[in-house]
């Protein structure tokens, strides 16, 4: 099973109201599907009902070797969910976070956010799929 197949499988079940559905064996995943794991399941509270989770990463406080996990973004076709340890925050689908470089790629929004580059792909993906979704909805975008 790919993280992706995780991903559909885990926004099915939160969409279903089964938040559990989405809750695998370790023995069952790999590194990058036990990520996509915790991602849906910290967004499963906070998602709206039909919502899809798209892709999700970890931002982080501190410096070099010292620092601590602080929020988790969550991107989904509606929106970009900021969940940290006082609740989340709900910000229009049209952030993009840019191309990452370096050790921590810096999102400026309501304050900046660091993100590690292991988390790279997964910011990647997020503006991809923006990307899809606006060529979508306006087919002639790409003509520009």
Known sequence: ????????QCAAAL???RPDACLLSEEAVGYKERRAEMIATQAAPHLEPG????T??????GWGIFTVPAETFVV???AILIVGRGGAQRLP???RFGKPTGIYHRIKLDRTYKVHRQWYQEVIAADEALRE???HD???ADEH
């Open 1 to 8: 099973m790919t993280a992706t197949d995780l991903d559909l």
């Open 15 to 17: 969409g279903s109201g």
């Open 51 to 54: 919502e899809q989770v798209q």
């Open 56 to 61: 999700g990463f970890m931002t982080v406080t």
């Open 76 to 78: 989904t076709d509606r």
């Open 93 to 95: 689908r049209d952030v």
């Open 133 to 135: 979704m606006q060529t």
């Open 138 to 140: 306006d087919p002639t």
